[in-house]
C-alpha cells in the first residue's frame, strides 16, 4: 500500500479543460470517495492515475515515485471498472487469476490465492463460469476479487455499485467497505452518490467543474460545507439557502428579523454574509406568530414513513423541514419555521462558507 | 351504368378466390425468376452428370459413372490437390495480413480514414483486370519484375514459366486481391470489441503481446472463423484470374478444379463428365461451410 498524490494535474480535451489543476493528497491507507456530479470529472481523474489517459500538465505519484509517465502495468494499481470489464472468454477463477498468472506466480500459489480471495468474496462455486452467465451482483463481486487478488499499491474504484439494482448496492456498500477496511488498502472510490461517499469513506473529496471544492472526513463535509455547492450538493434533501440581510441589532430573511448572538452577529458582518445555510433537520415546523418564526404557507407535503418532509413556502424562497411522522398539514396552509441559528452556516458573495455553524461541542 | 360497372368488379376482385391467390400471384415472377436462373439449371447440371455427350447430344445414360470416375482420374485428383493447396495458401496468408493491418489501423492517427480506404481498393477491381495487371508484371520479356531485375544488372525473370513460381504468383495475386476483405471483416470485428476489459487487462499488468494472445485474439475468433469460412468457399471457385493468368499451367501447375472443370467441359467436350466434377466440388464446399458453422457453433457455446 501507497500514498497517492496528484499535483497541479490538468487534463484538456482540445478547448475542453476537464480537470483544472488537481490537487489530491490521499495519506497510505486511507479510503477517499471522489464525489461530483455527473461529468464532473472524477473518471478522468482516476484513469489518469491509472495511467490509461494522459495528463495535459502535472504530476501524479504513487509512493514516493513519480509515475506520470509510466504504463499503467508499471504502476501497480488495481482497477475495478463501471462495467465491470471482466474477460468474456475466461472463466471466473481465470479472471480473477490473471493479474497473478501475467506476473508469473506459479500454478499452486495462484490457485490458492483465488481460493482465497474467492471465498472472502464468497464466489468459490461460480470459478468454473464464463463472465456472461453470471448475474450482475456476481460480476460485481468477481471484479472485486480480481482488484484484491493482488496487494497492489491502490486501489480505484469507478462507481463499481452503479449498475447493481438499489437493494443489491446496499449490500455491497458494506461489503466494499468492510473489504477495503480489512486490507488497509489505499482506495479511490469514484461515485456521485452522496450516500455512498458518506458512509464509505474516511475522506470525501468534493469535485465540481473539474475543480477540487473540499476534501474532508464525511462529517464535516456534511456540517461544515466549504462553499455553497458542496453545501447543496450533499444532503438530501439538501440544505436550505435563504438570502440574509443584516441589520443594526440581527438579521432579516424575508423581512421577518431573527435574533442572533452578538459575536456570530458581528462574523458575519465582518465577512458581509448574503445567504444563510440551514439543513432541513436543523429546521422545524411551527405555528404563524411565534418568535423567530419565519411565516409562510405549505408547499407539498411529503411523508416518508419514519418522518415528513414539508416544503414550505417562505418570503425568500423554498425551504424542507423535517418534521416528525404524525405532522398533517394542507397544501396552502399557514405555517411557521424555526431553527437554532447557531447550527446555520452563512455565505458571502462569493458562494464561500464565511461562517459555520456552532459544533455541538460549542466550538 | 358505369357506375354498376365497376362496382360488379370491385365485388368480384374482393371474392375469396383471388384473396386467397393473391401472395401467389404477386409471387410468381419472382418465383418463376429463381425457378429460371437457379433451380433449373442446377437440375439440369444435376441430370448431364448421369450422361455422357458426344458433340452436343446425349449419347449415352451412365448413372453415377461419371462421379465414380473422378475418383481415379489423376488429372482431376491432382487439380483438387493444386485447389486445396492453393486455398489453404491463399487463406492463411490473407488472414494473417488482414489481421495485422486491420490492427494496425485500429489506431487513430493522421491519414487513417485514406489509408483504410485505399487498402480495400484491391477488392473492388474486377479479378480479370486484376490478372491482366499481374500478367503484366510477371511477363519475362517485357513484365516489370523483369524491367526491375535489368535495372539492377539481372537478366530476365521468369514466373510464369515455372511450375513453382507460376503457382506462387498465382497465390500472391490471390493475396493482393483477397487481403482487403479479411481486413475489412476483422476491423468491424475489432472496432466492435468491447474496449473495458482491454483497459483492465493492462492496468493488469498485460503488455501488448499478452493483451492480444489472451485478450484480442479469443475474442475474435468466431469473427475470424466466419471470414476464413467466406474466403475459403469464395477461393475454391478462383477461375478468371487463373484463366487470364496461366490457363493453368505451366503444365499443370495451375490447373484448379474450376480451370480442369472448365477444360473438360470445353476443350474436350466431355460436358457430362464435367457436370459431375462441378456437383462434386459443390458438395465439397457444401461440407465445408457445414463443419465450419458447425465449428463456429462449438466456438460460441464455449
Ligand atoms: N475521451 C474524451 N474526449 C473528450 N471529452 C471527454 C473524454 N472523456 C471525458 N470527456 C469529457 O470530460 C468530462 C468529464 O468526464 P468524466 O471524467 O467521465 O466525468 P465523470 O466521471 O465525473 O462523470 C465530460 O464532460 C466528458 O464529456
Ligand atoms: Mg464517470
Given at each position: 500500500?501507497?500514498?497517492?498524490l ?6 484538456n480535451?482540445?478547448?475542453l479543460n ?5 490537487d ?5 491507507h ?5 464525489l ?7 473518471t ?8 490509461l ?7 501524479l505519484f504513487?509512493?514516493e515515485?513519480d ?5 499503467p502495468?508499471?504502476r501497480?494499481?488495481a ?5 465491470y470489464?471482466?474477460?468474456?472468454q475466461m472463466t471466473?477463477g481465470?479472471?480473477?487469476g490473471?493479474p497473478?498468472?501475467?506476473?508469473g506466480?506459479?500454478d499452486?500459489?495462484?490457485r490458492a ?11 468459490g462455486h461460480?470459478?468454473?463460469?464464463r ?7 456476481q ?5 472485486l476479487?480480481r482488484?484484491?487478488v493482488?496487494d497492489p499499491a491502490a ?5 463499481p455499485l452503479?449498475?447493481?439494482d438499489?437493494?443489491l448496492r446496499?449490500?455491497?456498500?458494506g ?5 477495503c477496511?480489512r ?5 479511490l472510490?469514484?461515485?456521485h452518490?452522496q450516500?455512498e461517499?458518506l ?13 477540487l471544492?473540499q476534501?474532508?472526513p464525511p462529517?464535516?463535509i456534511y456540517d461544515?460545507?466549504?462553499n455553497r ?6 444532503g438530501?434533501?439538501?440544505m436550505n439557502i435563504?438570502?440574509?440581510?443584516l441589520a443594526e441589532?440581527g438579521i432579516a430573511?424575508?423581512?421577518t ?7 456570530r452577529?458581528a462574523?458575519?458582518?465582518?465577512a ?5 445555510g440551514?439543513r432541513p433537520e436543523?429546521m422545524s415546523v411551527?405555528?404563524?406568530g411565534?418568535?423567530?418564526a419565519l411565516?409562510?404557507?405549505?408547499y407539498v407535503?411529503e411523508p416518508m414513513?419514519n418522518?415528513t418532509?414539508?416544503?414550505v413556502r417562505?418570503?425568500g424562497g423554498?425551504v424542507s423541514?423535517?418534521?416528525?411522522r404524525?405532522?398533517r398539514g394542507a397544501?396552502?396552509a399557514n405555517?411557521a ?6 447550527n446555520?452556516?452563512f455565505f458571502n458573495?462569493a458562494?464561500?462558507t ?10 | 351504368?358505369?357506375?354498376s360497372g365497376t362496382q360488379s ?5 374482393q371474392?375469396a378466390g383471388l384473396d ?10 419472382g418465383?418463376?425468376i429463381?425457378l429460371?436462373?437457379?433451380v433449373?439449371?442446377?437440375?439440369d447440371?444435376?441430370r448431364?452428370?448421369?450422361?455422357v ?6 449419347v449415352?445414360?451412365?448413372g453415377?459413372q461419371n462421379y465414380?470416375?473422378?475418383?481415379s482420374?489423376?488429372q ?10 492453393f ?6 496468408f490473407?488472414?494473417i495480413l488482414?489481421?495485422a493491418?486491420a490492427?494496425?489501423c485500429?489506431r487513430e492517427?493522421?491519414g487513417?480514414?485514406?489509408?483504410r480506404t485505399?487498402?480495400?481498393i484491391?477488392?473492388?477491381?474486377t ?11 510477371y511477363?519475362s ?6 524491367a526491375i531485375?535489368?535495372?539492377m544488372g539481372?537478366?530476365q525473370v521468369?514466373i510464369?514459366?515455372?511450375p ?8 500472391v495475386?490471390d493475396v ?10 476483422l476491423l468491424a470485428?475489432l ?6 476489459p482491454?483497459e483492465a487487462?493492462r ?5 501488448n503481446?499478452r ?9 475474435m ?5 466466419i ?5 475459403t ?9 487463373v484463366?487470364v493468368l496461366?490457363?493453368?499451367g505451366?503444365g499443370?501447375a495451375t ?5 480442369y472443370?472448365?477444360?473438360t ?5 466431355q460436358t457430362?463428365?464435367?457436370a459431375?466434377l462441378?456437383v ?7 461440407a465445408l461451410?457445414?463443419?465450419a ?10
Amino acid at each position: 500500500m501507497s500514498s497517492v498524490l496528484y499535483q497541479s494535474v490538468v487534463k484538456n480535451y482540445g478547448a475542453l479543460n476537464v480537470l483544472r489543476s488537481l490537487d489530491l493528497a490521499v495519506p497510505d491507507h486511507m479510503f477517499l470517495a471522489l464525489l461530483g456530479p455527473s461529468g464532473c470529472g472524477k473518471t478522468t481523474a482516476l484513469r489518469i492515475l491509472a495511467g490509461l489517459d494522459m495528463p495535459s500538465a502535472g504530476k501524479l505519484f504513487i509512493g514516493e515515485r513519480d509515475v506520470t509517465r509510466l504504463q499503467p502495468r508499471d504502476r501497480d494499481i488495481a482497477m475495478v471498472f463501471q462495467s465491470y470489464a471482466l474477460y468474456p472468454q475466461m472463466t471466473v477463477g481465470e479472471n480473477i487469476g490473471y493479474p497473478l498468472w501475467i506476473r508469473g506466480m506459479p500454478d499452486a500459489e495462484r490457485r490458492a490465492k483465488i481460493d482465497e480471495v474467492a471465498a472472502v468474496l464468497e464466489i468459490g462455486h461460480l470459478l468454473d463460469r464464463r463472465p456472461r452467465q453470471l448475474s450482475g451482483g456476481q460480476r460485481q463481486r468477481v471484479a472485486l476479487a480480481r482488484a484484491i487478488v493482488r496487494d497492489p499499491a491502490a486501489f480505484l474504484m469507478d462507481e463499481p455499485l452503479s449498475n447493481l439494482d438499489a437493494r443489491l448496492r446496499l449490500t455491497m456498500r458494506g461489503e466494499i467497505k468492510r473489504l477495503c477496511q480489512r486490507l488497509g488498502a489505499t482506495t479511490l472510490y469514484v461515485t456521485h452518490d452522496q450516500v455512498e461517499a458518506l458512509t464509505m469513506a474516511d475522506f470525501v473529496a468534493v469535485m465540481h467543474g473539474g475543480e477540487l471544492q473540499q476534501m474532508a472526513p464525511p462529517a464535516d463535509i456534511y456540517d461544515r460545507p466549504a462553499n455553497r455547492f458542496v453545501a447543496t450538493f450533499v444532503g438530501n434533501p439538501p440544505m436550505n439557502i435563504l438570502p440574509v440581510t443584516l441589520a443594526e441589532q440581527g438579521i432579516a430573511i424575508g423581512g421577518t428579523p431573527v435574533a442572533i448572538p452578538a459575536a456570530r452577529l458581528a462574523a458575519c458582518r465582518a465577512a458581509q454574509v448574503v445567504e444563510i445555510g440551514l439543513r432541513p433537520e436543523d429546521m422545524s415546523v411551527s405555528v404563524p406568530g411565534a418568535p423567530n418564526a419565519l411565516p409562510g404557507e405549505i408547499y407539498v407535503v411529503e411523508p416518508m414513513g419514519n418522518e415528513t418532509l414539508v416544503n414550505v413556502r417562505l418570503g425568500g424562497g423554498n425551504v424542507s423541514v423535517r418534521a416528525g411522522r404524525d405532522f398533517r398539514g394542507a397544501v396552502g396552509a399557514n405555517i411557521a419555521v424555526t431553527f437554532d441559528v447557531s447550527n446555520a452556516c452563512f455565505f458571502n458573495s462569493a458562494g464561500l462558507t464565511a461562517v459555520h455553524r456552532v459544533n455541538s461541542d460549542g466550538e | 351504368m358505369a357506375n354498376s360497372g365497376t362496382q360488379s368488379r370491385k365485388y368480384r376482385l374482393q371474392g375469396a378466390g383471388l384473396d386467397l391467390a393473391l401472395p401467389y400471384l404477386m409471387l410468381a415472377p419472382g418465383l418463376l425468376i429463381v425457378l429460371g436462373v437457379l433451380v433449373y439449371p442446377l437440375w439440369d447440371g444435376l441430370r448431364a452428370s448421369t450422361k455422357v455427350y458426344r458433340y452436343g447430344s446425349v449419347v449415352a445414360d451412365v448413372g453415377m459413372q461419371n462421379y465414380i470416375k473422378l475418383w481415379s482420374d489423376p488429372q482431376f485428383l491432382n487439380s483438387l490437390w493444386v485447389t486445396v493447396e492453393f486455398v489453404a495458401l491463399s487463406v492463411t496468408f490473407e488472414a494473417i495480413l488482414g489481421f495485422a493491418l486491420a490492427l494496425f489501423c485500429l489506431r487513430e492517427f493522421r491519414g487513417i480514414r485514406l489509408l483504410r480506404t485505399i487498402l480495400i481498393i484491391p477488392m473492388v477491381i474486377t479479378p480479370v483486370v486484376v490478372a491482366i495487371v499481374f500478367r503484366l508484371i510477371y511477363a519475362s520479356d517485357a513484365g516489370m519484375l523483369t524491367a526491375i531485375s535489368e535495372w539492377m544488372g539481372g537478366g530476365q525473370v521468369q514466373i510464369l514459366g515455372s511450375p513453382v513460381k507460376a503457382f506462387i504468383g498465382l497465390v500472391v495475386l490471390d493475396v493482393w486481391e483477397w487481403t482487403p476483405l479479411m481486413f475489412l471483416i476483422l476491423l468491424a470485428g475489432l472496432q466492435s470489441l468491447p474496449h473495458e476489459p482491454f483497459e483492465a487487462a493492462r492496468v493488469d499488468g498485460a503488455g501488448n503481446w499478452r493483451v492480444f494472445a489472451d485478450l484480442t485474439f479469443p475474442m475474435m475468433r468466431p469473427v475470424l472463423a466466419i471470414a476464413i469460412v467466406l474466403r475459403t468457399i469464395d477461393a475454391f471457385g478462383t477461375f478468371d484470374q487463373v484463366f487470364v493468368l496461366t490457363r493453368g499451367g505451366p503444365g499443370e501447375a495451375t490447373r484448379l478444379v474450376s480451370i480442369y472443370g472448365y477444360d473438360t467441359a470445353f476443350k474436350f467436350q466431355q460436358t457430362g463428365y464435367a457436370a459431375a466434377l462441378f456437383v462434386t466440388i459443390g458438395l465439397v464446399v457444401l461440407a465445408l461451410a457445414f463443419s465450419a458453422v458447425r465449428l463456429l457453433r462449438r466456438v460460441d457455446a464455449s
